[in-house]
């Protein structure tokens, strides 16, 4: 993969979608980082993963993407769909995926020495070049798995699953037990497919 490094910039996102298949930027400081649903992501320099790979699109791209990040991250880390990184219940990392025709671009940060309250974070000690290095050979193995592998392994990956869950979308919300995910990478909730929208684990 070949990876552009700027010291900041306001968004790997729009820096990279400009950028050739198989390319990567990455970054110490984002200015006007987004998350997913409009959110906004900030970091103090130096404090974080900050990257976004541009990847062939393909079903369940946001699935895949979450898959191998929990993977770079390691053993412990978890999924909360669609594709936050949980480390002992506390988000540790964010992943955004955005189709723009052929391609995908998805952006990934990590919180390695700084996480904001109620957050978790990888530590001093985590080696951010190996974690990238990780996380460049998980997106391109999980992005190349079948899509029964990719649900599969994010089942795997799953805390969402089996818990009581909150999920607010426009105009309603409700309540109900997270079943499980549908071929098309929905999540079930009380027997309703939920495609988009916020979860919210209740424990």
């Known amino acids: 993969m070949n990876i552009l490094r700027l010291a ?15 390319s990567a930027v990455v970054t110490d400081h984002q200015t006007a980082g987004r998350g997913r649903l409009g959110r906004s992501w900030e970091t103090p320099p130096g404090t974080a993963l900050l990257a976004s790979f541009v990847m062939p699109a393909r079903p369940l791209a946001s699935l895949a993407a979450g898959v191998a990040a929990a993977h770079a991250c390691g053993p412990p880390s978890r999924l909360k769909w669609p594709n936050d990184v949980l480390l002992d ?9 955005e189709v723009h025709g052929d391609r995908v671009v998805v952006g990934v940060g ?6 904001p309250p109620g ?11 190996g974690l990238l290095d990780r ?3 998980g997106l391109e193995r999980w992005f190349g798995a079948p899509d029964a592998e990719v649900l599969a392994g994010w089942r795997e990956r799953a ?8 999920v607010e979308l426009p105009g309603e919300s409700f309540e109900g037990l997270a079943e499980d995910i ?22």
Request: proline residues 4%; hydrophobic residues 50%; glycine residues 12%.
């Open 8 to 22: 900041s910039t306001p968004s790997t996102q729009e820096v990279a979608r400009d950028l050739p298949l198989g």
């Open 89 to 97: 219940g506390a988000k540790l990392a964010g992943v955004l995926a």
């Open 110 to 115: 990590v919180n390695l020495t700084w996480a």
């Open 119 to 129: 957050a978790a974070m990888l530590g001093a000690g985590t080696d951010r070049d």
């Open 135 to 137: 996380l460049v050979a």
């Open 159 to 166: 805390e969402t699953l089996g818990k009581p869950v909150r």
């Open 182 to 203: 549908a071929e098309d990478g929905s999540l079930i909730v009380a027997g309703r497919a939920i495609a988009a929208g916020d979860v919210i684990h209740l424990r």
